[in-house]
């Protein structure tokens, strides 16, 4: 598939993964995090979308959503962000971009893979060895399925549906029972696939997408996040939830390929230069060298010419 699909699909959900910018952080405490559980809160009642899963990590954020009539995956996304970047902007006083202008979506059949996904979210944390007990980790949605929907956002109607799906276990015993090796799979399925599902799933979906290539008006009504505003007009959020506050969170490692690219061209150019001088030195030295014996032998030469000149006996 050419491109990521951002096409409104009944029986679908999208896995949403904005990154931060350059592996920098876009949560450094607990007010952060509760920042952006109220906007997603906000904006959930806003748009009417179904937030299935959500976890959110120190440089990354994953969202499993169903997007409703009233506005597509983009809009939603483009109205999450950039609030979120002003704030965090505002607050921890820096300016520009905070996410990669595209975000990752990834297609999922929902009849199929919907118990299966939401699972994996609220593995993430473990995944990203941000702790060993998940029902500990405030920031994913995975307390609100063990208080059967009561949370930050509010998200009742979806964990009853997804209750529904289990037959013979319970919730917390289904996401324990995920073995590492199928949280793998799936992980690099995601990294790898824009369009998880059966190949009767797969095809609907291309239907979809050309379907959507032949409507000029579905292409103007799309909301261009690649230009992203990072200074937007707050939506404000009515009384935002207070969580109790949170243990340090370890900070992934800021990752910044530039740098090391520049690096390794630096100490290359220094070893370079380095190189050239012990070689101009050691040239320079045998020049030297040579020319300081030329100017002895000439010298002997010259004495011994003197010496014969001045004893004319001694030449008979």
């Known amino acids: ?161 997804v209750l529904g799906c289990l037959k013979d276990k319970s919730y917390k015993q289904f996401v324990y029972e995920m073995g590492d090796d199928e949280a793998k799979e799936l992980s690099k399925a995601l990294e790898k696939e824009k369009v998880i599902g059966s190949e009767d799933f797969r095809h609907e979906v291309e239907l979809k997408i050309k379907e959507e290539r032949q409507t000029p008006e579905a292409a103007s009504q799309t909301v261009p996040i690649e230009k992203q505003d990072v200074n937007p007009q707050p939506v404000p959020i009515e009384k935002p939830p207070v969580l109790p506050t949170p243990a340090p969170i370890r900070e992934m490692p800021a990752v910044n390929s530039r740098s090391a690219s520049n690096m390794w061209i630096f100490t ?27 100017m002895k032998q000439e010298i002997a030469n010259k004495d011994a010419e003197i010496e014969r000149l001045s004893n004319p006996a001694s030449n008979k």
């Open 1 to 161: 598939m050419s491109r990521v699909p951002r096409i409104q699909i009944d029986n679908a959900v999208y896995y949403v993964t904005p990154t931060s910018d350059y592996g920098k952080p876009v949560f450094k405490d607990g007010e952060d995090y509760t920042f952006y559980m109220a906007l997603l809160a906000q904006y959930k009642n806003k748009h009417n979308f179904k937030l299935f899963a959500f976890c959110l990590a120190p440089n990354s954020i994953g969202l499993l959503i169903e997007p409703s009539s009233k506005a597509t995956i983009s809009q939603i996304m483009h109205d999450l962000n950039p609030n979120y970047t002003k704030y965090f902007n505002k607050r921890h006083n820096r300016e520009g971009r905070l996410f990669q202008e595209r975000y990752r979506i990834v297609l999922v059949e929902k009849a199929t893979n919907l118990l299966k996904m939401t699972a994996y979210i609220h593995l993430r944390p473990k995944i990203l060895h941000l702790t060993d007990d998940i029902s500990k980790y405030k920031y994913t949605s995975f307390s609100a399925y063990l208080n059967e929907g009561h949370g930050n956002p509010d998200m009742a109607d979806e964990v009853a549906y």
């Open 268 to 294: 290359v150019s220094v070893c370079l230069v380095i190189l050239s001088i012990i070689l101009s030195t050691f040239f320079a030295y045998i020049s030297i060298t040579r020319m300081e014996e030329r």
